[in-house]
């Protein structure tokens, strides 16, 4: 699963950088994952089952609240960044992905350390950028690819 | 106290593996039984008696209602084995035990169950009549689940029974994980006459396709006791997943070393009214999992999966060697295996005239025990409990960062 989700990233960043090369949409990619899966994710986790609200609604109410929490995240900083609407509409859609993502890793983590398992710390911190720097591979390797081409072009005449 | 994985190494220095146990005619490819031996027997037999027997005499299991908590009331003067995965059968929920657990003698306690029919309701101060076996396929699914989390989901458990009767195309419409057993009943007869139990046998190695199954237990009277139940639950996973592979003997050898050093980074886990008879501990390294029960200083019950995934080699390719092992296996130990049949013989007459003087020093309680601290406990441990927004994410992260 974890080469699908890569691979998967690297796409969307490669199909970015066809789109709109200008890297505010790529660095709103690769930040909102990775911001998403470090901080919205535990904070989620955390808010959730501190303030015991999953014993409502049949712990349906999980989902709900973890994607208000991202989307008012990024609807907060839009407040004082102004961004444009495809890339409020991509900030919104990757941090909720990512929360869902760090919410699900933070129980994963916690889990193991509260079981004989032992924890990667190193996976569980490098994971989540390895993710955002996947989506910025994806952007750069198109670049380069066209870069690539043009040179071999030029030499070939 | 010693560690359950010096119990393990003080216990495994008397066994070893008797000659390999399979189907000449290779109508089982699948399935290759290494019986577990003990190097010499103690004159006295046990003085615990398992599940199945001590219900004929008097231990009463009903249903508290609870899905995680069946009443168990023993008054009998002697301690009880509740084993790992037991399925307690009456006209209720079937239920599977979570742990091996002993219930001391005359001791009314509350003990830790799955529930394994999800779609039939619990009745209250329901009897439970009989215990049957349990596949490996789930036991393996709940050892890891236990050692991984320190729990098993039930959610989960349901998922796996689901899954597991419709791979076996099992019909049931109460999604009760016994009716595999229905489904394969007339080849579970036929071919358990393939494995018998041996004088004086204290366990099994059951290789089933890519798969290790163990069990062993202290005294060879409680495996006799037990053994369909313990061969069951691995030939219905060879005859419900047929394969022309089985795991070669190399990988057998070592098997008990692996548990050794697999247990030693284990965790207990207990009954909160049984905490003071014996200590169940599980274990989880690389493809192993398992559980061990030990009371004062002695391995009663040991059960653990090992995938040998990538190991398993064609029947066919390993016959002559193992009919060669099982030749030399029954030559070398030739004395061994005369004396414990001597030895086993004594201790089973001095056992049967124990088990007929086993009567219940008093009457049982007709109402459920509830262990209302546990209830309370479970309840609000499941309300706060944090559930993972999708599973299979939750199985990936857990797979991803544990070392």
């Given at each position: 699963?974890?080469?699908?989700?890569?691979?998967?990233?690297?796409?969307?960043?490669?199909?970015?950088?066809?789109?709109?090369?200008?890297?505010?949409?790529?660095?709103?990619?690769?930040?909102?994952?990775?911001?998403?899966?470090?901080?919205?994710?535990?904070?989620?986790?955390?808010?959730?089952?501190?303030?015991?609200?999953?014993?409502?609604?049949?712990?349906?109410?999980?989902?709900?609240?973890?994607?208000?929490?991202?989307?008012?995240?990024?609807?907060?900083?839009?407040?004082?960044?102004?961004?444009?609407?495809?890339?409020l509409v991509l900030a919104a859609t990757v941090a909720s992905v990512g929360t869902?993502?760090?919410?699900?890793?933070?129980?994963?983590?916690?889990?193991?350390?509260?079981?004989?398992?032992?924890?990667?710390?190193?996976?569980?911190?490098?994971?989540?950028?390895?993710?955002?720097?996947?989506?910025?591979?994806?952007?750069?390797?198109?670049?380069?690819?066209?870069?690539?081409?043009?040179?071999?072009?030029?030499?070939?005449? | 106290?010693?560690?359950?994985?010096?119990?393990?190494?003080?216990?495994?220095?008397?066994?070893?593996?008797?000659?390999?146990?399979?189907?000449?005619?290779?109508?089982?490819?699948?399935?290759?039984?290494?019986?577990?031996?003990?190097?010499?027997?103690?004159?006295?037999?046990?003085?615990?008696?398992?599940?199945?027997?001590?219900?004929?005499?008097?231990?009463?299991?009903?249903?508290?209602?609870?899905?995680?908590?069946?009443?168990?009331?023993?008054?009998?003067?002697?301690?009880?084995?509740?084993?790992?995965?037991?399925?307690?059968?009456?006209?209720?929920?079937?239920?599977?035990?979570?742990?091996?657990?002993?219930?001391?003698?005359?001791?009314?306690?509350?003990?830790?169950?799955?529930?394994?029919?999800?779609?039939?309701?619990?009745?209250?101060?329901?009897?439970?009549?009989?215990?049957?076996?349990?596949?490996?396929?789930?036991?393996?699914?709940?050892?890891?689940?236990?050692?991984?989390?320190?729990?098993?989901?039930?959610?989960?458990?349901?998922?796996?029974?689901?899954?597991?009767?419709?791979?076996?195309?099992?019909?049931?419409?109460?999604?009760?994980?016994?009716?595999?057993?229905?489904?394969?009943?007339?080849?579970?007869?036929?071919?358990?006459?393939?494995?018998?139990?041996?004088?004086?046998?204290?366990?099994?190695?059951?290789?089933?396709?890519?798969?290790?199954?163990?069990?062993?237990?202290?005294?060879?009277?409680?495996?006799?006791?037990?053994?369909?139940?313990?061969?069951?639950?691995?030939?219905?996973?060879?005859?419900?997943?047929?394969?022309?592979?089985?795991?070669?003997?190399?990988?057998?050898?070592?098997?008990?070393?692996?548990?050794?050093?697999?247990?030693?980074?284990?965790?207990?886990?207990?009954?909160?009214?049984?905490?003071?008879?014996?200590?169940?501990?599980?274990?989880?390294?690389?493809?192993?999992?398992?559980?061990?029960?030990?009371?004062?200083?002695?391995?009663?019950?040991?059960?653990?999966?090992?995938?040998?995934?990538?190991?398993?080699?064609?029947?066919?390719?390993?016959?002559?060697?193992?009919?060669?092992?099982?030749?030399?296996?029954?030559?070398?130990?030739?004395?061994?295996?005369?004396?414990?049949?001597?030895?086993?013989?004594?201790?089973?007459?001095?056992?049967?005239?124990?088990?007929?003087?086993?009567?219940?020093?008093?009457?049982?309680?007709?109402?459920?025990?509830?262990?209302?601290?546990?209830?309370?406990?479970?309840?609000?441990?499941?309300?706060?409990?944090?559930?993972?927004?999708?599973?299979?994410?939750?199985?990936?992260?857990?797979?991803?960062?544990?070392?």
């Open positions: 699963m974890a080469s699908s989700l890569m691979g998967g990233v690297f796409a969307i960043g490669f199909l970015i950088a066809w789109w709109d090369p200008h890297p505010k949409l790529i660095l709103t990619l690769a930040i909102g994952l990775s911001c998403g899966m470090l901080l919205l994710g535990p904070y989620a986790a955390a808010a959730l089952y501190t303030t015991k609200l999953q014993q409502v609604w049949h712990g349906h109410l999980r989902w709900p609240l973890c994607l208000i929490l991202a989307v008012s995240s990024v609807v907060l900083l839009d407040a004082f960044l102004h961004w444009s609407t495809p890339q869902v993502f760090g919410h699900d890793a933070s129980l994963a983590v916690l889990e193991l350390r509260g079981s004989a398992g032992r924890v990667d710390p190193w996976m569980v911190g490098l994971f989540p950028a390895l993710v955002g720097l996947a989506a910025l591979a994806g952007y750069c390797s198109l670049g380069f690819a066209i870069g690539a081409y043009q040179v071999t072009r030029a030499f070939v005449g | 106290m010693a560690t359950l994985a010096d119990t393990l190494r003080h216990s495994f220095e008397d066994l070893l593996l008797g000659p390999p146990q399979f189907d000449p005619t290779a109508n089982l490819p699948n399935m290759v039984v290494y019986p577990v031996f003990p190097t010499h027997l103690a004159p006295d037999p046990p003085d615990v008696v398992s599940l199945t027997e001590a219900m004929r005499r008097g231990v009463r299991l009903s249903d508290t209602g609870i899905v995680t908590q069946v009443h168990i009331d023993n008054p009998l003067p002697t301690a009880v084995l509740v084993g790992e995965s037991d399925i307690l059968v009456g006209p209720t929920q079937l239920r599977a035990v979570q742990f091996s657990c002993l219930v001391p003698p005359g001791r009314r306690a509350s003990i830790p169950v799955n529930c394994v029919e999800a779609g039939q309701p619990t009745v209250y101060q329901a009897q439970f009549t009989d215990t049957a076996a349990c596949p490996w396929y789930l036991r393996s699914f709940k050892l890891e689940q236990l050692s991984r989390h320190g729990d098993n989901h039930q959610h989960r458990i349901w998922d796996r029974i689901k899954a597991y009767l419709h791979h076996t195309g099992t019909v049931s419409s109460t999604q009760d994980v016994c009716a595999v057993f229905d489904q394969f009943g007339d080849d579970l007869d036929d071919l358990s006459r393939v494995f018998p139990l041996q004088p004086g046998q204290v366990g099994c190695v059951s290789a089933v396709g890519q798969d290790l199954f163990i069990e062993i237990f202290g005294d060879p009277e409680i495996l006799e006791e037990r053994y369909d139940q313990v061969l069951h639950s691995a030939l219905v996973e060879a005859i419900a997943h047929p394969t022309r592979e089985v795991t070669p003997a190399s990988q057998v050898d070592g098997v008990l070393d692996e548990l050794i050093d697999a247990s030693r980074s284990s965790k207990v886990v207990h009954s909160r009214s049984l905490r003071d008879s014996g200590r169940t501990q599980i274990f989880n390294k690389g493809a192993i999992a398992g559980s061990g029960l030990v009371s004062e200083g002695r391995l009663v019950h040991l059960t653990a999966h090992k995938r040998c995934w990538g190991f398993g080699r064609a029947f066919h390719e390993q016959l002559p060697e193992l009919k060669h092992q099982r030749s030399e296996r029954a030559k070398e130990h030739a004395d061994l295996f005369a004396q414990l049949d001597d030895d086993y013989t004594r201790r089973c007459k001095r056992y049967r005239s124990f088990l007929r003087k086993l009567t219940p020093s008093r009457t049982t309680s007709a109402k459920p025990y509830v262990d209302t601290v546990s209830k309370d406990d479970s309840t609000e441990r499941l309300a706060t409990e944090p559930l993972p927004l999708s599973n299979d994410l939750h199985e990936f992260f857990l797979r991803l960062f544990r070392r």
